[in-house]
């Protein structure tokens, strides 16, 4: 049987990933960027209002896939299918911002259905850049923004993307432009662009939500009167850190000023600095109820024992510290045991 006539192999793909690493590790300050802008994205998913009313309904599918898409951009890039990887940040960009687009008027969970569903119908289709800047600037806080620092011109300088999805001609193509060999090489030159649009793809994306939902610019210490269960669409302070080195610096005063004279945010503000603080006995009991939920996931009382008193032991814990965790696993194994959870459920079926 005849071998498949294809120069695109894993193998090639397993070389690419060695050489990229090693440059990446080479180039620390490369690879300590591309994390912050990495976690900076992720972070934003937690801004996105979750409530009953929309909660499972699909309203924050776009955003989610398009950080799927980022990950896979990157898996692209890392062994050397930088084409494959441009297409994957174009999507996640129009992603990005369908995830504002769909809940600009905070009905996602309702306008989003046919587009989630893909029903075969032109108002189930994808909208077109001009038709989703128009929805974007009918927001007071996107339209003023833009009028400010020019977004919508931010946005246009990384649209060729697009012409990686339809492969406008060579410098678009699998040769990305280059005299190579026909077949996946590492391209430091195209790492470096990856990166850099990433970075770009990041900053539309992390900016269209601040300006959308501006108490995640809003710093406050949430902890004190929620503890760790908290049900805002809020930023820790450290995310917020790392947003604001992430952003043009102009980009994140503005979403500031903005922050401080949108309603909604300094209602909700408002609303949370009048609430009573948290007791430390509320704290524990939220953070054994989401052990427990930890533990009955399938992984049973031994395994989550196990992990912690490693996690634990990688800390200098005081004594009241290692009490308090020491009384958490009493709590815990009497749960466990009367509620048959002591070992994994895989552990558990082959005992039975």
Do not use: C
Not at 78 to 91: I, P
Not at 236 to 256: A, G, V
Not at 272 to 296: F, G, R, T
Request: hydrophobic share 35%.
């Amino acid at each position: 049987m005849q071998k498949l006539p294809f120069v695109y192999t894993n193998y090639q793909s397993q070389k690419v990933i060695r050489q990229t690493k090693t440059f990446l590790e080479t180039e620390n300050n490369i690879q300590e960027s591309l994390t912050n802008i990495a976690w900076a994205y992720h972070s934003i998913w937690k801004i996105i209002p979750q409530t009953y009313e929309n909660l499972f309904s699909g309203h924050s599918f776009p955003y989610q896939d398009s950080w799927d898409e980022i990950q896979v951009s990157y898996l692209l890039a890392e062994q050397g299918l930088y084409k494959q990887a441009f297409v994957s940040l174009r999507l996640a960009l129009e992603l990005g911002l369908l995830s504002v687009y769909f809940n600009i008027n905070d009905d996602g969970h309702l306008v989003v259905q046919d587009w989630l569903r893909s029903k075969d119908s032109w108002e189930a289709n994808t909208p077109r850049t001009d038709k989703i800047w128009e929805i974007l600037k009918s927001n007071a806080n996107i339209a003023e923004f833009d009028e400010l620092v020019g977004f919508r011109d931010y946005y246009d300088e990384i649209t060729y993307l697009h012409n990686f999805v339809h492969t406008k001609g060579y410098k678009f193509s699998n040769r990305v432009g280059l005299f190579k060999s026909n077949f996946q090489t590492f391209e430091s030159s195209q790492l470096l662009k990856w990166k850099n649009l990433f970075y770009k793809v990041a900053v539309v994306v992390i900016t269209a939500h601040l300006l959308k939902y501006p108490i995640g610019a809003i710093k406050y210490n949430w902890h004190r009167k929620t503890g760790i269960d908290n049900p805002f669409p809020v930023l820790l302070s450290s995310e917020i850190d790392l947003i604001s080195k992430i952003l043009p610096r102009n980009f994140f005063d503005e979403i500031e000023k903005i922050a401080q004279k949108d309603n909604f945010t300094q209602d909700l503000l408002n609303h949370v600095k009048n609430m009573p603080d948290i007791s430390e006995e509320e704290i524990e009991q939220q953070a054994i109820e989401l052990e427990k939920l930890d533990i009955e996931s399938g992984k049973g009382f031994l395994q989550w024992e196990k992990e912690h008193r490693k996690l634990y032991e990688r800390h200098e814990l005081s004594d009241p510290e290692r009490e308090n965790l020491e009384k958490r696993i009493r709590i815990l194994r009497k749960w466990a045991e009367e509620n048959d959870l002591m070992e994994s459920k895989i552990k558990h079926a082959k005992n039975t």
